[in-house]
């Protein structure tokens, strides 16, 4: 009998999309001030581009999720790069703030298509003892877009314009395309049977139902509430607090993004050998959760820049860890619904992060009230988990 493998060659085409998906999250945060300045707006008004992006996704992954569920998850993964490539390209020739607020809102549309579709296809196709290295390395690959991605983009918007980045991003992404479209081989689809698009909505709808899939998103949402809300503030922290320009901007987002991509491949082989073990995964999701605070309060409270890095760098370390454990979590426990379950998750975290940006933009920035709203969140995600494992136990 020959012996099942998951197919790593495949996996590295899904990992390019990733990471430009990621250098695209997490380009707001460096480049607020200057958007700011050229829009001449406030920059808590121009991180409404984090909000709508990630307001755009939640209410749309769910709904097209379940309605592209039984497609071919290629087909679905280039239609969300079209769509995607499309909202780059308007944001990089935005003329206003609100031309660009709609851009971020089409790319919310786009990622709503595209992750998803892809999170199922590395999960559907890793071997279960596996898995968990799987989603470890295509969230690495996310944080590497962080890594590689935000340093060259704040670099060029330094010397050019901050338009450069988004035009970056969108250029990768025809190039990942293109590849995906040449190489990626379908799966076979996860439902076998079309289905009326309200029955498909409905079915979506009622795994709201399910308490353990209803723990894992409460603990999904307030982690990334914590982790990308207070992120999206990092480029105006050390401007404001450490008298950071652009140019260092890039390298605090790569000292992060390594942060991230450690958390996710350390996590991976862990996960492979706790679930081997016969343990639950969500305990692991307390243990980074309690992290994640613990960074979160290093990160905002601070006294030095290298302090307030260390913080910001163990908080991607922790939330990657936490985040890595709900995915592998989630396609185990809703394996019989495992794309209509992913799109929830994603869009829970987009909603989660847009949300923790607005909470967060209501206290002064570096205050009190900040660090403890921050910590708060990730306070949140572990109690949630741990009453995961309490349902379990």
């Given amino acids: 009998m020959t012996e099942l493998r998951t197919p790593w060659a495949q996996h590295v085409l899904i990992q390019a999309a990733l990471f430009l998906m990621g250098a695209d999250l997490f380009l707001a945060s460096p480049l607020l001030p200057t958007i700011s300045e050229d829009f001449g707006t406030t920059v808590s008004a121009t991180a409404a581009m984090v909000t709508v992006f990630g307001l755009s996704y939640a209410v749309a992954s769910p709904l097209l999720g379940a309605l592209t569920e039984h497609l071919p998850r290629k087909k679905v993964i280039l239609a969300g790069i079209v769509v995607f490539v499309t909202a780059e390209a308007l944001c990089a020739i935005a003329p206003s703030l609100g031309w660009l607020l709609a851009a971020r809102a089409i790319a919310g549309i786009g990622g709503a298509l595209l992750s998803p579709a892809m999170w199922a296809y590395v999960a559907e196709t890793a071997v279960p003892r596996e898995r968990g290295r799987a989603i470890a390395r295509a969230a690495a690959a996310y944080a590497g877009g962080q890594i590689v991605g935000v340093p060259l983009a704040t670099f060029a918007a330094a010397a050019l314009?901050?338009?450069?980045?988004?035009?970056?991003?969108?250029?990768?992404?025809?190039?990942?395309?293109?590849?995906?479209?040449?190489?990626?081989?379908?799966?076979?689809?996860?439902?076998?049977?079309?289905?009326?698009?309200a029955a498909a909505l409905r079915s979506s709808f009622a795994l709201w139902r399910v308490g353990p899939f209803r723990m894992i998103m409460a603990g999904n949402f307030f982690v990334q509430a914590a982790r990308l809300g207070t992120y999206a503030y990092a480029g105006a922290l050390f401007t404001t607090k450490f008298g950071f320009d652009i140019g260092v901007l890039g390298l605090v987002g790569m000292a992060v993004g390594l942060g991230s991509m450690t958390g996710s491949m350390v996590i991976g082989p862990l996960?492979?050998?706790?679930?081997?073990?016969?343990?639950?995964?969500?305990?692991?999701?307390?243990?980074?959760?309690?992290?994640?605070?613990?960074?979160?309060?290093?990160?905002?409270?601070?006294?030095?820049?290298?302090?307030?890095?260390?913080?910001?760098?163990?908080?991607?370390?922790?939330?990657?860890?936490?985040?890595?454990?709900?995915?592998?979590?989630?396609?185990?426990?809703?394996?019989?619904?495992?794309?209509?379950?992913?799109?929830?998750?994603?869009?829970?975290?987009?909603?989660?992060?847009?949300?923790?940006?607005?909470?967060?933009?209501?206290?002064?920035?570096?205050?009190?009230?900040?660090?403890?709203?921050?910590?708060?969140?990730?306070?949140?995600?572990?109690?949630?988990?741990?009453?995961?494992?309490?349902?379990?136990?």
């Fill in 271 to 393: 996960i492979d050998r706790w679930v081997s073990a016969g343990r639950e995964v969500a305990v692991l999701s307390v243990g980074w959760g309690l992290l994640t605070a613990v960074g979160l309060a290093v990160a905002t409270t601070g006294g030095t820049w290298q302090l307030s890095i260390a913080g910001f760098v163990f908080t991607s370390f922790a939330g990657s860890g936490f985040f890595s454990a709900v995915q592998v979590n989630l396609t185990t426990v809703m394996a019989d619904r495992r794309s209509a379950a992913l799109s929830w998750s994603n869009s829970v975290l987009y909603i989660g992060g847009g949300v923790g940006t607005t909470v967060l933009g209501f206290t002064a920035l570096g205050s009190t009230a900040f660090a403890a709203c921050a910590v708060a969140f990730a306070l949140c995600a572990a109690g949630f988990s741990a009453l995961l494992v309490r349902k379990h136990s």
């Fill in 161 to 197: 314009s901050w338009r450069f980045a988004f035009a970056a991003v969108a250029f990768g992404l025809v190039v990942a395309g293109g590849l995906i479209a040449w190489r990626l081989r379908s799966t076979v689809p996860a439902s076998l049977t079309r289905v009326r698009p």
